[in-house]
């Protein structure tokens, strides 16, 4: 009797344990994750190196970048040079290196060789902070925060008294304002963990509003409209039209009918440029450009 009470006792505690270990699993991946961001090198921005000042104003140059990201070539003597008060489009197939080129541009990543000149001078010369603070980049992923409406839209600037009528005004261009009246606290609605109480296509036009208010001297857009409807897409291409009157564009689309508001289409293949130009110039070039442009037609169906 001794040895089954003693017996059922040690089992019920291994029943117990038994049942830690999926919770044990799942908190070892989650500790697994926490430790792999707390081991990371913090970057150096050199805040306090005093450096140029910074005012995109000219040219960018990019001059025979090359890039390899784990043995594989990605830029290959890589050179574009990217016009200020102009739509700059960058367009080809996936993996080409489009976003490389971006995270080069914003100075997340470095190159092995070759160098980005801003305002004829070696990018090395500014502050990364500075450079960041110049451009707003405005990617496929729309990243919310879990605060209001405001405090989203109010993230990029430094006037965190911006009046309810200006931030109506770049509502408008971001066409965010026809939703965002709807709500119930209006601009202090609250988000849920990453705008999830939002569609993706409000979402992408909370980010819009956001990075417009920033009120950057270079713009970027990758895949900026994936996830707008037709009538959407169409006005928010007409917005950053008019902002490449006063600032830098550049964008990055799959969709190859949006390179019509181009002032110049960059194709890129095997890691650097194969062919430039307006969008009726590379249609009546019948390059790379037109085999994409006739490629994207029949895959919906249509005839070029």
Do not use: W
């Not at 965190?160 to 200006?166: A, Q, R, S, Y």
């Amino acid at each position: 009797m001794a040895f089954i009470m003693y017996f059922q006792k040690i089992n019920a505690l291994f029943n117990e344990a038994f049942s830690f270990i999926p919770l044990y699993k799942i908190a070892k991946v989650s500790a697994d994750r926490l430790y792999e961001i707390i081991s990371v090198k913090n970057e150096n921005i050199e805040t306090d190196i005093i450096k140029e000042k910074i005012n995109i104003n000219q040219v960018i140059v990019i001059n025979k970048i090359n890039f390899s990201y784990n043995n594989k070539k990605i830029l290959n003597d890589f050179s574009m040079k990217i016009y200020p008060n102009k739509v700059n489009v960058l367009i080809g197939v996936s993996g080409v290196g489009k976003s490389t080129l971006v995270n080069l541009l914003m100075g997340f990543i470095k190159a092995d060789s070759g160098t980005i000149y801003i305002n004829n001078k070696d990018i090395s010369n500014y502050r990364v902070s500075d450079i960041r603070n110049s451009i707003a980049l405005l990617s496929q992923e729309s990243i919310l925060l879990q605060r209001t409406v405001r405090e989203n839209i109010l993230y990029e600037t430094n006037d965190i008294l911006t009046d309810d009528e200006k931030i109506s005004v770049i509502l408008g261009k971001a066409k965010a304002e026809e939703f965002i009246i709807k709500l119930p606290n209006k601009l202090d609605y609250m988000l849920t963990d990453n705008g999830n109480n939002f569609s993706s296509g409000e979402r992408q036009r909370l980010c819009l509003a956001r990075e417009l208010l920033k009120d950057a001297e270079v713009y970027i857009f990758d895949e900026a409209t994936s996830a707008l409807d037709i009538e959407t897409e169409r006005i928010i291409l007409q917005t950053i039209k008019e902002l490449a009157k006063t600032k830098t564009v550049i964008m990055i689309t799959h969709k190859l009918e949006n390179t019509k508001i181009a002032d110049i289409i960059n194709v890129m293949d095997n890691g650097k440029i194969c062919e430039s130009g307006s969008y009726d110039e590379l249609i009546n070039k019948k390059g790379s450009f037109f085999n994409l442009l006739q490629m994207n037609k029949k895959e919906n169906g249509l005839v070029l």
